[in-house]
Structures are given as C-alpha cells and as structure tokens.
C-alpha cells in the first residue's frame, strides 16, 4: 500500500523568494517518487523524479528535490520563485519495480502555488 | 503534452447517457493508463493497460469499461453515466524503465465531462 500526503493545498511565494512544497510519502516497498506541475486547463508535465540512483533530484525550470528515507519526505524547492511557476504541483509515488503496467501511480491531493508579483 | 490525443475535450452527457473517451498515441508505447481528476483529490487510476490487448482495474474502476484494441489506442467507456463521473479525465502513454535506461511518460491534455 502506498500513500502521498501534501502539506498545504495553496502556497503563496513572491517572486523571487524560496520555493518549498511538501510532500511525504508511505510505502511498503521501496519507493520511485515524482513531481508533476500542472498548467490551468492543461495535462500534467514530469518535473523529476526519484529512482534511488542519486537523493537529491534536479528536474526541469530549476526546481529540485530531495528524497529523505529517515523522514519519508520528498519535498520540492526552487532558489528563486518566477511568474510562471504559478501552478499547481503533485507530488506521486509508485512502487520502485519495473517492468509493464509498472506506472500505478498514487498521487497527492495538490499544491497550488500562487506567486506574488 | 506531445504525442497523446485525447478527444472530445470536453462533453455534457445526462443521467444514464453513454459515451466513449478516446486516447490515442503515437509513441509505440507499451502501457497507457486512465486517470481522473477530482478537485482536492489529485488523480487516480481507474484502468491501465500494460499492452496491446490486456487491461486491468486500478483504484476506482466501478462505472467504467476500458478497452485496448491496439498499441495507438485506449478508450474509457461510460455505459451509464452517473452524476458522480463529473470530472476530468486523463490518459498517459508511458515506456517503463528498462535496465539502466529511463521512462517517457506523457499526460494527454484531458477531456473535461459533466454529467447533469
């Protein structure tokens, strides 16, 4: 069995302040864990994701994270916050076996993240 | 969203009204998924594919038929739609990881259903 839990459903960041959305996880097997963002009115787009070779994961548009076995977190920054990071931001995880039919993903509930001009 | 069409992107169907939600792509993937939408609740699965020709139920697969005819396409059927199938629908085509190698996934754009 396999959970994802996101500490607040709305953050507000002015622009140009650190980015930081939570996510912490539960499993029973080892973990892959991913970020999405999702654009208004649009499909979801992979941000990065953990897959045990390395704890701290750089994706794409400068956002990065680090996953932390002790606290089961998985949680998503960004130095600098832009106008358009303005989103919303899932947070998923998936058994760590490959193979296919591999991709069950269990999602969290969201974060929108609202940037202050 | 590149390579993954979802059609209609949007429908209005009544109580007890059928209908099919078509996914098609052109990646020659091997597993495609079908998720939903909630506010507040992210998304969950409701059937998968893991290729051509076989499916299986995921988290909520009651109210839904899924079926896989070929690799491009994977269609959602509602046989009887019900108010509780207001939501939106995604579909993603992804290659699983091979030894050493990476996935690709894509998320379709979404159809939007209401059903009165």
């Known amino acids: 069995a396999q959970s994802v839990t996101q500490l607040g459903s709305h953050v507000s960041v002015s622009e140009g302040a650190l980015v930081l959305l939570r996510c912490n996880y539960s499993s029973s097997v080892p973990p892959y864990l991913f970020w999405y963002v999702q654009y208004p009115n649009q499909g979801l787009q992979l941000l990065l994701k953990?897959?045990?070779?390395?704890?701290l994961v750089k994706g794409i548009n400068g956002f990065e994270a680090e996953f932390k076995k002790s606290e089961t977190s998985f949680h998503l920054t960004k130095p600098s916050a832009h106008m358009s990071d303005a989103a919303e931001y899932f947070c998923?995880?998936?058994?760590?076996?490959?193979?296919?039919?591999?991709?069950?993903?269990?999602f969290g509930k969201g974060t929108k993240l609202s940037v202050i001009p | 969203n590149a390579g993954v069409t979802q059609t209609p992107k949007f429908q209005v169907l009544k109580t007890g009204q059928s209908m099919t939600l078509q996914c098609a792509q052109d990646?020659?993937?091997?597993?495609m998924y079908w998720y939903r939408q909630d506010p507040g609740m992210g998304l969950r699965l409701i059937y998968y594919s893991a290729s051509e020709g076989t499916t299986d139920k995921g988290e909520v697969p009651n109210g839904y038929n899924v079926s896989r005819l070929n690799k491009r396409e994977f269609s959602l059927r509602l046989e009887s739609a019900a108010p509780s199938q207001t939501s939106v629908y995604f579909c993603a085509s992804i290659q699983e990881r091979r030894a050493g190698g990476q996935e690709t996934q894509y998320f379709g754009p979404g159809t939007r259903l209401l059903v009165l």
């Open positions: 953990y897959t045990s070779a390395a704890t």
């Open positions: 990646m020659n993937h091997n597993s």
């Open positions: 998923a995880v998936n058994p760590a076996y490959s193979g296919a039919g591999s991709y069950q993903l269990t």
